[in-house]
């Protein structure tokens, strides 16, 4: 499937991967892929973003938030309903860090295996949803009848996929995520 990839947006998968080793957290999940389609600031989808008023340090902050209890992946809503139940999570990860020092609760990033004959293109594993994103990347690029998988078809994919903390975050920053479908295929056919 990557040969279709143009190279923008291979270079869109690989700075996914850096994403996600960076917060030492694994595997590449949806928001690693759109932190990544925006930080590439001359790819149409991060043009589509940005003229949609998403702004990229908003996206980030609102990642962070939801992954800092420890990589959990536990956002607002999660740590409001385990305080109901009477679990304060912010203490709990205070008391863990500060016994096992900071990023204690971060899952170990493991030394990169060698393989010898064989070369990934990708060098990391990605979360189902990660992979779900860019499977559907491929069907969004088929649905619009394109040769390539352009970083606008990826985009088209987080949005398609919908469920991810990637999707989740542009709804929490404003976006719909209908019209963000609909401005990428309006760009798609004014680039045409």
């Known amino acids: 499937m990557f040969e279709r990839f143009t190279d923008r947006a291979r ?22 892929l759109l932190l990544a389609l925006v930080a590439d600031e001359a790819g149409l989808a991060s043009r589509v973003l940005a003229d949609a008023g998403v702004r990229a340090d908003d996206l980030r902050e609102r990642v962070r938030r939801h992954t800092a209890n420890g990589g959990a992946g536990l956002g607002d809503a999660d740590a409001a309903a ?5 679990i304060d999570l912010a203490a709990i990860v205070a008391r863990i860090e500060q016994s096992f020092g900071p990023d204690a609760l971060r899952e170990a990033v493991p030394a990169p295996r060698r393989r010898w004959g064989r070369r990934r293109f990708l060098g990391g594993p990605f979360s189902p ?21 352009g970083t606008e078809h990826i ?9 991810g903390l990637g999707a989740l975050v542009l709804t929490e920053a404003g976006a719909d995520l209908d019209d963000l479908r609909r401005r990428v295929e309006s760009a798609l056919r004014t680039a045409a």
């Not at 385990?82 to 009477?86: P, T």
């Not at 985009?155 to 469920?163: A, D, K, P, S, Y």
């Open 82 to 86: 385990l305080r109901e139940i009477g």
């Open 11 to 32: 270079g869109v998968v690989r700075r996914a991967v850096e994403e996600a080793r960076a917060e030492g957290q694994r595997p590449v999940g949806t928001e690693h």
């Open 155 to 163: 985009l088209l994919g987080v949005l398609r996929e919908g469920q």
């Open 129 to 149: 949803r990660s992979k779900k994103v860019l499977e559907l990347s491929l069907r969004e690029a088929l649905r619009l009848r394109h040769n390539h998988i």
